[in-house]
């Protein structure tokens, strides 16, 4: 009997519209900018209603690579890191990655990050810096959380990279790792000091930054994510279960 033939998956002809404009505006074929034929225009070419096409440039601004301007026209756009982030995230969830995955790679790009940034550290990001240091001591002197600001500082130095790639690969991790700070913070036996060294490992980071310490940047960056996984270890939670950003209270 001859080998049986696997069945056909035909796609939908709004994902064939959707497929095609997304391939012209990676290509550059349409320019970021430029605006896409009317939805009469594109059924007349691709041979199908405006109904298809509707459906088909929907799933492409979901995507992030048209969107409206005055008028409602649609414009050709590259989606912004920040804006892909969600989506990967709720993927990782949905795979069940464990938080010692996300450690891992949290490492690996957070000292990959200072790595790149130390060539081009200028005033204007040690002053940013400074700046959000300042605001994380007056935060904790006043007993409020520094989750946010622990992660604007992280998100000041990856920017400062330039490297569109890091922060792409780092933005969906960063929204998973960071979140859980939250369990060390609450936790009896991490509370009282993870807070604290936090504050002072930026305060080192800062502080080789502005003596354009390279190695130094680069030696403090990657005690500090260490430090996140030896507070997990104080703490008893398990690193291998799958990550859940819910806060669990002791």
């Known amino acids: 009997m001859p080998n049986q033939l696997k069945r056909l998956t035909i796609p939908r002809a709004y994902e064939a519209v959707h497929r095609a404009l997304q391939e012209e505006i990676l290509s550059g074929r349409i320019a970021t900018g430029a605006p896409l034929p009317t939805e009469t225009e594109l059924a007349e070419q691709f041979g199908v209603t405006r109904h298809t096409v509707r459906e088909g440039m929907r799933a492409l601004e979901q995507s992030g690579l048209v969107r409206r301007e005055a008028g409602r026209r649609l414009h050709a756009a590259l989606p912004h890191h920040e804006e892909l982030a ?34 081009v550290i200028d005033d204007a990001l040690i ?31 990856a920017e400062a990279t330039g490297n569109r790639v ?21 936790h ?16 080192e980071i800062v502080r ?28 008893g939670i398990e690193l291998d279960r799958p990550v859940d950003t819910r806060i669990e209270r002791a």
């Open 188 to 203: 009896p036996a991490t509370g009282d000091q993870s807070p604290g060294r936090v504050v002072e490992a930026h305060r």
């Open 86 to 119: 969600p989506r990967g995230s709720r993927a990782l969830l949905m795979q069940g990655v464990t938080f010692r995955e996300l450690w891992e790679v949290a490492l690996r790009l957070e000292v990959c990050a200072a790595e790149l940034v130390a060539p």
């Open 166 to 186: 890091l922060l792409m690969s780092r933005e969906p991790v960063s929204l998973l790792f960071y979140p859980s700070l939250e369990k060390l913070f609450s």
């Open 127 to 157: 002053e940013s810096l400074e700046a959000n240091l300042r605001a994380m001591e007056a935060a904790m002197a006043e007993g409020r959380s520094i989750i946010a600001l622990d992660v604007a500082f992280h998100a000041l130095i």
């Open 208 to 235: 080789a930054m502005r003596a354009r310490d390279a190695q130094a940047v680069r030696d403090w960056m990657e005690r500090h994510i260490m430090d996140f996984r030896r507070g997990y270890d104080l703490a």
